[in-house]
């Protein structure tokens, strides 16, 4: 993306383009680094002068003759898509606007941008898996009746786990359903590259762009059909065959397995998102305040690693949601992802600038069963290495934490760590995997559990 410096001849001052290093939202926001344009939006990397974080911002110039109703539009439509970093699409944090432009300021997206993904020639495979959560983020959102603007894959970056995500959120007026149906399409194009190989892929990607696939639903299930080992025909929700993904030439910045992770079969209920709606003003600022009610999850059948001894019986959970004593619950829409089958997703926690937040004891999961179970073992798929876990009891009623009882204790490797549950535990209907330790995520810190699984030995 290349960007001018300074005025330009004859431009009026509050006209005048922006680079590298220009003040945006009157003063806050610096710009850094160019990500790429498209139609009408410059994304950037850039800096919260008053918060000292790494931002992404998204501008947007002012039609010329605007009297306010083109921030007011982008400001309640982008507002309305402002998911609390639910699925794949970025929080956003702000939207503002001065003389010249709005600007869209969300959470700075770690990893890479797809363009420098797809430039690594991954696997067919690994293109599918890194644009089919952001397609299930998508359908997700159009069954809430909400836009997110996702037009054109400059705004899309993988993450560290290698998903693609809506890093620069900003939902235009004009755009629709059709919109993110096309960006999805583009990006799968752009992840397949000009190869010839996969063709049904290939094919998708060309009838999304072109408008003959109009919905994310049917896309997300096309493109989850397409995936190695899925079952020829599958009606929504999707069952799948979860299998590790090798890419011949990982890229360093993405995050790989080292170990191969055992095929299993999963049913699996898609959890109904439930949208974050904010009160549109003259500006928006900061996360959200409250939480909702996580949601509760369909039948779950959870996936069992391979066994080193003795006779053990895998335990189905009836709901899966996150969980915390003090404040919002971290990314609780998606907690449903330790237990899908899938080691290549994950539910994480936020990022975090230190270990734990000032005033919290820990966070985690809380697992119901359909009848009280008398636990033997409690096994978690993670890359988290360093996150030290405690199994405990819940709480009658959602108590306070010092109701609970501690049954079982592992730090966690990377990969799957089985913690022993005590013998001595009561057959219990919830359990709480409680994280009281954050794992390492460079200079910050931040916990991934891709699986979760329980068994109980059989016998007495």
């Known amino acids: 993306m290349t960007e001018q410096d300074g005025a330009t001849p004859g431009e009026p ?46 501008v947007a110039p002012r039609p010329a003759g605007d009297d306010g109703a083109f921030f007011h539009a982008l400001c309640v439509r982008t507002a309305s898509a402002a998911f609390a970093r639910v699925g794949s699409a970025a929080r956003v944090f702000d939207v503002a606007d001065d003389a010249a432009r709005c600007v869209v300021v969300s959470e700075w997206t770690p990893g890479r941008s797809l363009h420098d993904v797809a430039g690594d020639r991954p696997d067919p495979a690994v293109a599918a898996r890194t644009v089919l959560r952001l397609a299930e983020t998508v359908r997700t959102a159009h069954r809430q009746s909400t836009i997110l603007g996702l037009d054109d894959p400059v705004r899309i970056r993988v993450d560290e786990s290698g998903a693609a995500v809506l890093a620069f959120p900003a939902t235009l ?95 699996v209920g898609v959890a109904c998102l439930a949208a974050v709606g904010w009160v549109a003003g003259t500006a928006l600022s900061g996360p959200r305040a409250g939480s909702a009610a996580p949601p509760t ?33 971290d990314n609780a829409v998606t907690a449903d992802l330790t237990v899908d089958g899938n ?94 330790r954050l794992g390492p995520a460079g200079d910050r810190f931040r916990t991934s559990l891709s699986e979760v699984g329980f068994t109980t030995f059989d016998g007495p």
């Not at 999850?297 to 009836?318: D, E, H, K, M, Y």
């Not at 290495?385 to 204790?409: C, F, K, M, N, Y």
């Not at 490797?413 to 057959?427: H, K, L, N």
Request: glycine share 10%.
């Open 13 to 58: 001052p509050d006209r005048q383009p922006v680079g590298a290093g220009s003040l945006v939202a009157d003063g806050r926001y610096r710009l850094v680094d160019g990500a790429g344009t498209t139609v009408g939006l410059q994304c950037w990397r850039g800096h919260d002068t008053v918060m000292n974080r790494t931002v992404a911002l998204t």
């Open 173 to 267: 007026p004009g755009a629709d359903e059709t919109t993110d149906v096309a960006g999805l399409g583009a990006a799968l194009k752009c992840m397949l590259g000009d190869r010839g190989s996969a063709p049904a892929m290939r094919a998708l990607a060309d009838e999304a762009v072109d408008g003959s696939v109009r919905t994310a639903a049917v896309f997300a299930e096309r493109l989850g059909r397409l995936l190695p080992g899925a079952p020829p025909d599958r009606p929504e929700p999707v069952a799948r065959i979860a299998a590790p993904v090798r890419d011949p030439d990982p890229s360093p910045a993405t995050t790989r397995r080292s170990a191969a992770v055992p095929a299993v079969v999963a049913l």
């Open 297 to 329: 999850l369909p039948v779950i059948v959870a996936a069992s690693p391979p066994t080193v001894g003795g006779t053990i019986v895998p335990v189905v959970p009836r709901a899966v949601r996150a969980h915390a004593q003090e404040g919002a619950a």
């Open 343 to 436: 080691p290549n997703t994950a539910w994480s926690t936020e990022l975090y600038p230190r270990q734990l937040p000032a005033g919290r004891a820990g966070l985690g999961l809380t697992v119901a069963f359909a009848q009280p179970v008398r636990l033997g073992e409690v096994w978690i798929d993670s890359l988290s290495a360093g996150t030290h876990v405690e199994i405990r009891t819940a709480p009658d009623g959602g108590g306070p934490l010092h109701l609970s009882q501690v049954v079982g204790t592992a730090t966690l490797d990377e990969g799957i760590t089985r913690i022993p549950v005590a013998a001595t535990a009561a057959p219990m209907s919830e359990v709480l995997v409680w994280i009281t």
